[in-house]
């Protein structure tokens, strides 16, 4: 549980850190390579809430996960 919430926490430290530099991206592939960290954060996050929405709700979590 404690890694879990630690990797949430940075995933949404990256997250916060890379929406502030986009408008200081004049590069499109600056720009790409920034939403590419974004979105991979965001996986993260995602994955970790699957994670523990299973976790939770072990045999209903099907319901959740739709």
């Known amino acids: 549980l404690f890694g879990a919430l630690i990797a949430l926490f940075l995933s949404a430290l990256i997250i916060s850190v890379v929406f502030a530099i986009v408008p200081l991206c004049y590069n499109v592939l600056l720009l ?35």
């Open 32 to 66: 790409a390579i920034a939403m590419g960290v974004s979105g991979l954060a965001m996986g993260i996050i995602d994955t970790i809430a699957n994670i523990q929405l299973v976790a939770i709700y072990k045999k209903d979590s099907a319901i959740f996960l739709q």
